[in-house]
């Protein structure tokens, strides 16, 4: 007897619902798993040995900031911040990006979008502001705040 969902309650519906959605994400799961186990046999020993080198360029890096700043730690925060202050910018300027699309292109038909695209502009802004200065702030706190 087959199963009429328009006939059905509502709590039915979700539950096929849920179902049909937890059996796509478990399927693309496994897909995705399957997919990155026959990557990472094909990797070959040129891929491996580039592998090798960018770990190795950022173990000398972090050792860089680590001597230069006198302490493990403080290396270790100025390693990330400087990680932070690079890899900011092309997020931030993608975020302003969609911020002026939702301004300029969809906000021209729905005010709610022309407000919610300029307030994504205004804090990716001022994210990459801050993600930019907190390295350099951060400089000048050890270098002359621990004396």
Do not use: W
Request: charged share 20%.
């Amino acid at each position: 007897m087959p199963i009429d969902l328009r006939k059905g309650s509502k709590n039915m519906k979700k539950t096929f619902l849920i179902v049909t959605i937890f059996m796509i994400v478990i399927g693309t799961f496994l897909v995705t798993a399957n997919v990155y186990a026959a990557e990472e046999q094909a990797i070959d020993e040129e891929t491996e040995s580039k592998i090798v080198e960018i770990k190795d360029n950022a173990a000398r890096s972090l050792e860089d900031y680590q001597e230069k700043y006198g302490s493990d730690i403080y290396g270790l925060v100025a390693y990330i911040l400087n990680l932070v202050r690079i890899y900011s910018i092309p997020l931030c300027f993608l975020g302003i990006a969609i911020g002026a699309i939702h301004q300029y292109v969809i906000g021209i038909r729905k005010l709610d979008t022309l407000e919610k695209g300029m307030a994504l502009i205004v804090t990716f802004v001022t994210i990459l502001i801050i993600c930019q200065i907190l390295p350099l702030a951060f400089a000048v706190f050890v270098k002359f705040g621990r004396g």
